[in-house]
Nanobody
């Protein structure tokens, strides 16, 4: 079993940066791909970024490519999402999720463990 706890959300002005963290418990963390998803009010949850078990491969949604960076520290059982040049449309609840495989996927139904989410609000 994997438990995930996100932190680092908050209120920021457009153009600023924020870093989210996701602390994981469980011995299988280092063998799993991890992902970040987000859900804005009235919208479906969407893929943001994912990272392979080793951190060697990363993938991003087009909407965040070049602005967001996903990384992980397997010694600390933590995955990060560095968000730069934030825009009001980035406002959402951000969730981290653990994939049962080593490479991950783009769809939320592929992930079997989820955090409780952290709110990110970007003001214009």
């Amino acid at each position: 079993q994997v438990q995930l706890v996100e932190s680092g959300g908050g209120l920021v002005q457009a153009g600023n940066s924020l870093t989210l963290s996701c602390a994981a418990s469980g011995r299988t963390f280092s063998s799993r791909a991890m992902g970040w998803f987000r859900q804005a009010p009235g919208k479906e949850r969407e893929f943001v970024a994912r990272i392979s078990w080793s951190g060697g491969r990363t993938y991003y949604a087009d909407s965040v490519k070049g602005r967001f960076t996903i990384s992980r520290d397997n010694d600390k059982n933590t995955v990060y999402l560095q968000m730069n040049s934030l825009k009001p449309e980035d406002t959402a609840v951000y969730y981290c999720a653990a994939h049962p495989g080593s490479r991950g996927g783009y769809y939320d139904y592929e992930y079997d463990y989820w955090g409780q989410g952290t709110q990110v609000t970007v003001s214009s």
